[in-house]
């Protein structure tokens, strides 16, 4: 797995601007001003953050410290497998070693009896394990259920608040990342990045078409749909390029913010449809947001418009999608989600060459896994010791 690979080349991160500055987010005194306050604490679990000289401003993000102590006395953290197709990569899984004792799936089922009541938290990668009714019930002493990564569609929340166990998201580890990949797809399709690729390496290429065109992005309308964090920083991108920025959100955003990135409201999503060259959709998947762009939407949309996906798959009814980009009713697609994922290989959408579809890569940097995996930590911790959950999930 090249993402495995990739974690070799691990290092501490430094602080790079306009990067939130996690540490401070979770422990530091100042989130006094944010209404939680942190105490000082007689605990075996304690947290604390390591700045590091020569980096931005002198702060280097590290892993939280943990008092040591035999790994026996360690609190029991639960997750899939260290390393293979769905494992905790092996840089990570080493992280978790500095604050628990980690425990594999496989070691539990071989000996549930004595592993049940050691666990205590379990560390949700890539969606594995899948937390149902019979693993709670296994675990009399399990408080918190730490994902890695923001979206929570894949767990039951009103179950296992039952259980009475907290659950916990990263969402400030993948603002950034997220958004910087929805503005590459963006340019990706705009500009037919890999049909270009693929005639300029194809052994049947004797020239260059000059018909072969794209279109721009600079001063084109751009419509944000889901104008959270990740979208946000979506527009900050855009700005960039002289976009009309265009958006549509469950609540408008404070005047000065929409100010600050050029951003007009749109209170009905249709009307951002009719008007945006590009469409992008940047929405947690709920039952409200299930399909929320089918054959309708798509028809709204104009003929010369690209629909761009970095939420949920299921967000998008896949196959008015392709049926809409089969008889052009849009230009293009560009998709880093699906449903599910990978698609089957016969899916519609993998015929057509007006999409790029990408393996659900959006957090998918060294930085931002090892980012999501502290803050995941960080916030287990914060469950253990009774101190304030920097990124509590609760059901609705």
């Known amino acids: 797995m090249f993402r495995s690979k990739a974690f070799s080349l691990l290092k501490p991160i430094p602080w ?11 422990i530091h005194p100042a989130t006094a001003s944010h209404g939680h306050h942190c105490h000082r604490r007689s605990v075996d679990y304690r947290r604390r953050y390591k700045t590091c000289p020569g980096s931005a401003a002198g702060q280097t993000l590290s892993a939280p410290q943990t008092k040591v102590m035999a790994e026996e006395q360690l609190p029991g953290v ?23 004792r980690v425990i594999t799936m496989k070691e539990f089922l071989e000996n549930k009896k004595e592993m049940s009541t050691k666990i ?8 594995k394990p899948t937390i149902d009714r019979e693993l709670l019930e296994s675990l009399p002493n ?49 500009r037919r990045l890999v049909e270009g690729c693929q005639i300029a390496i194809s052994p049947d290429t004797k020239y260059f078409a000059v018909d072969w065109l794209g279109v721009e992005v600079t001063r084109a309308t751009l419509g944000i749909i889901g104008m959270g964090s990740i979208g946000y920083k979506v527009a900050q991108r855009a700005r960039a ?15 000065e913010e929409e100010e600050a990135v050029g951003a007009h409201y749109c209170e009905k999503m249709e009307d951002l449809l009719q008007q945006s060259d590009f469409v992008m959709v940047v929405v947690n998947l709920t039952p409200e947001t299930r399909k929320l762009i089918g054959k309708k939407e798509l028809g709204l949309m104009k003929p010369t418009a690209t629909l761009i996906n970095i939420s949920r798959g ?25 449903y599910p994922e990978p698609l089957p290989r016969d899916h519609p959408l993998l015929k057509l060459n007006n999409i ?5 890569i959006g957090t998918a940097t060294v930085q931002a896994m090892r980012m999501m995996a502290e803050e995941a930590i960080a916030n287990i911790l914060a469950v253990l010791n009774g101190q304030p959950i920097p990124s509590e999930v609760f059901p609705k």
């Open 241 to 255: 390029f002289n976009m009309r920025i265009l958006y549509h959100n469950r609540n408008r955003r404070r005047k």
């Open 120 to 127: 205590q938290s379990v560390f949700v990668f890539e969606c």
């Open 356 to 360: 790029i579809i990408t393996p659900h």
């Open 142 to 190: 399990l408080k918190v259920i730490g994902n890695s990564g923001v979206g929570v569609d894949h767990l039951d929340l009103k179950m296992i608040s039952n259980f009475g166990v907290k659950v916990t998201n990263t969402p400030h580890a993948v603002a950034d990342p997220t958004a910087d990949i929805g503005v590459a797809l963006m340019l990706a399709s705009a």
């Open 314 to 338: 299921a967000v998008i009814d896949q196959d008015a999608l392709a049926e809409a980009l089969q008889k052009r009713v849009i230009r293009a697609a560009a998709l880093d989600v699906t």
């Open 78 to 100: 639960l997750i899939l497998d260290i390393g293979g197709t769905h494992g905790v990569l092996e840089d990570l899984a080493e992280l978790l070693k500095k604050h628990f």
């Open 16 to 26: 790079m601007p306009g990067q939130p500055n996690l540490a401070y987010k979770f």
